[in-house]
């Protein structure tokens, strides 16, 4: 039968924003204190797969910003989950380009550290890095073939950055935010109970 244990996380896991970066005042420690799921991804013409443990495996977390619509987020939004970089196993990585966004498209210099990586072939939005969190990935949710978890509610983010054709619809426990979030992946995470799943037998 499933063996289930609380996901208890470190502050030193944290997603890749700025309203996180500034909070995080630990540096290194353990980063695989609580269980996690092992999850498998594909691009769509199949050249691409990937295996990658998440302890934050929950797809709530919604995207409006323009970079992530545009990238990949063919309903208005993208949704990322947390991963850990050093268990990304890649198959076909000869096929993986990357993209670095320009934060402001009149200055080169001002190309975003933040790696978005796709299928060279067929355009597929795999995970994205960041090496300012060297110990993170984030695998996007639509490229996961393993079957996800249903959250138990979702975050809306840069809300304010939407167009107007996108309509938002937060049900009665979301949160929604025109910019960052107060909480990190692992931190919505632990705050809402998840579990992963240990082991069967």
């Not at 030193?12 to 420690?29: I, L």
């Not at 695989?32 to 050249?47: D, I, Y």
């Not at 797809?59 to 619509?69: L, T």
């Amino acid at each position: 039968m499933p063996h289930y244990y609380p996901c208890s996380m470190s502050n030193s896991r944290r997603d890749p924003s700025p309203a996180s970066k500034a909070s995080d005042t630990s540096q290194g420690g353990d980063h695989t204190q609580c269980g996690a799921l092992p999850l498998t991804g594909s691009c769509h013409c199949g050249r691409v797969r990937f295996t990658v443990t998440s302890a934050e495996p929950w797809p709530y977390q919604r995207c409006y910003c323009s970079i992530c619509r545009k990238t990949g987020g063919g309903g208005g939004y993208l949704i990322n989950l947390g991963g850990e970089a050093a268990s990304l196993q890649v198959q076909g990585q000869e096929f993986v380009k990357v993209y670095r966004a320009l934060l402001d498209p009149g200055k080169p210099e001002s190309r975003s550290r933040h790696e978005r990586h796709f299928c060279g072939e067929c355009g597929s939005h795999l995970w994205a890095f960041n090496p300012d969190w060297p110990q993170l990935v984030h695998p996007v949710a639509s490229a996961i073939d393993t079957p996800l978890p249903k959250p138990p509610a979702r975050v809306h983010m840069m809300v304010g950055s939407k167009p107007s054709w996108v309509t938002v619809t937060p049900g009665s426990q979301d949160d929604v935010y025109d910019e960052y979030p107060v909480a990190s992946l692992a931190e919505w995470h632990a705050a809402h109970g998840f579990q992963a799943k240990a082991s069967s037998d």
